[in-house]
């Protein structure tokens, strides 16, 4: 879970591109760079270690020149955090000079990494599977473009070829020096993509005036929307877009059987409640999680000594103002979010979540002391936040806590971009319900339904018609087809550190 922006526009894009990594920086924390590349071809490139606001600099954003260009945050799934030769973008000088950002995770990278060395002869300083990623678009487009310029139709093929190589969840957004922006995202939608378009006004604003049609590709629609440009529409599975620097834009279809079965992490978790994602609303899909949980909590919990709902802040937000609502119980907030701590989650390695968790989140004692309170969370993981969080309730003067999760129990590693991957992690794996209750130290604990997680998002289609929904971590299902029990065990021994 990366996010990634690329653009193609009138005036210099840098600060732009820097905007939209500010509003996808809850996708990743742990690195961030951007490219940009002048009308010569010439490509700047920028990476550092940290967030968007504490990693660029002045003298850095002055040196990002040209009219086209693309940006990443990280959110460390393969490779090591510590490693800041796998921060993104990757640049390669050969075929033409292409850059390249991703948001997902290759399931072939061994069989890849092979191919590199043996089939394709090229070098990999990392162990990225993004770097992978760019070395096998590279080698493509050199395969498929003759001795004539390149144009759409052989970067297109050259996608198709890629596609027909890699195996996994991916968006991508590449430049491709002197050409243009190329983007794809895989024959699954698992992870999201979405272009938007800017039209040049007459008058000016916050945009030029004159020129071409400016484009925007990024992970969330909430880019889009803060810097005025239009939702064109989203990318569709196993498709390419490829933009030229003077905003002519193509599309392809590059296989036969993709299918839309995007990632439902995105809606329990990933995503900003304010984006919308294959027509989905996040924050619709939110409330109608928490309305379908508080019908099993009623099941399970005595409701009548409950005094008041609260949220884990912030993504639990929206489900516990409809528990409370459905429930008809007293809405609250008790834990008061340090905003310059950034998501428990997401943090690689159980020692730094850990001790995050107090950081970040401060029990308010007026709003617990004396009180049965029911705790609304997105899910639970691998449990430490969880456990810290009914600890500080209860240290706060709660004389009960209830806990439920808006998601199903996670028993199953995920290996398309979430860093779930070691099931012996995870607090739900070979644990009954009511164990995992006395492991976190709950009076009562409640998950959601899979069938009422999955009907809580699909209910909120409308133009867009998905084909299903990647529920692996809940069900064990991996819609790629390819996830074996021998890759789990392998994904395992090699997880991030």
Request: with cysteine; aromatic share 6%; net charge negative.
């Amino acid at each position: 879970m990366c996010g990634i922006v690329g653009m193609v526009g009138n005036q210099p894009v840098n600060q732009d591109i820097y905007d939209a990594l500010l509003l996808l920086q809850h996708r990743g924390q742990d690195s961030t760079g951007m490219a940009t590349a002048e009308e010569g071809g010439h490509m700047h490139l920028f990476r550092a270690r940290g967030m968007v606001r504490e990693s660029f600099r002045t003298r850095d954003m002055r040196s990002l020149l040209g009219t086209a260009g693309l940006g990443h945050v990280r959110y460390v799934t393969r490779g090591a955090a510590s490693n800041e030769q796998e921060s993104q973008p990757f640049y390669v000088n050969s075929p033409y000079g292409i850059t390249l950002v991703h948001n997902g995770n290759l399931t072939n990278t061994r069989e890849l990494t092979t191919e590199m060395r043996h089939r394709d002869r090229r070098h990999l300083n990392t162990s990225s599977d993004t770097e992978l990623l760019l070395n096998v678009l590279a080698h493509e487009l050199q395969s498929t473009t003759g001795p004539d310029d390149l144009n759409a139709d052989g970067i297109f093929d050259a996608v198709t070829a890629t596609m027909g190589r890699i195996e996994g969840a991916y968006g991508v957004i590449s430049l491709i020096a002197h050409h243009g922006l190329l983007a794809f995202r895989d024959p699954n939608g698992i992870r999201p993509l979405v272009l938007g378009r800017r039209r040049p006004t007459a008058t000016g604003g916050s945009h030029a005036v004159g020129g071409h049609d400016e484009w925007v590709v990024a992970s969330e629609s909430l880019v889009l929307e803060n810097a005025d440009y239009e939702l064109e529409r989203e990318i569709a599975p196993g498709e390419a877009v490829f933009i030229t620097a003077d905003g002519t834009l193509y599309s392809r279809q590059c296989v036969t059987d993709a299918r839309l079965e995007p990632c439902s992490f995105e809606y329990v978790y990933l995503a900003r409640p304010d984006s919308v994602m294959n027509g989905i609303s996040v924050y619709d899909s939110r409330l109608r999680m928490g309305a379908r949980l508080a019908n099993t909590i009623a099941e399970h919990v005595p409701t009548d000594d409950v005094d008041v709902v609260m949220p884990i802040p912030d993504s639990a937000r929206p489900a516990a103002m409809e528990v409370a609502r459905v429930l008809d119980l007293p809405y609250r907030e008790g834990f008061f979010k340090n905003r310059y701590v950034g998501r428990t989650f997401i943090m690689p390695g159980q020692a730094v979540r850990k001790k995050s968790v107090r950081q970040k989140l401060n029990a308010m004692s007026s709003e617990f002391a004396g009180k049965h309170v029911l705790l609304i969370d997105d899910s639970i993981v691998r449990g430490t936040t969880s456990y810290e969080i009914i600890a500080m309730a209860r240290a706060a003067g709660a004389r009960k806590v209830s806990f439920a999760s808006a998601a199903p129990p996670i028993r199953h590693p995920h290996v398309y971009g979430i860093n779930i991957p070691d099931r012996d992690e995870l607090v739900a794996a070979g644990r009954s319900v009511p164990e995992v209750c006395k492991v976190l130290g709950a009076d009562h604990l409640v998950y959601q339904k899979v069938e009422d997680l999955e009907g809580a998002i699909l209910d909120g289609q409308t133009d867009a018609q998905l084909d299903g929904l990647d529920m692996s971590c809940f069900d064990g299902r991996y819609v790629t087809g390819t996830v074996t029990d021998e890759y789990l065990e392998w994904v395992r021994d090699n997880q991030v550190s």
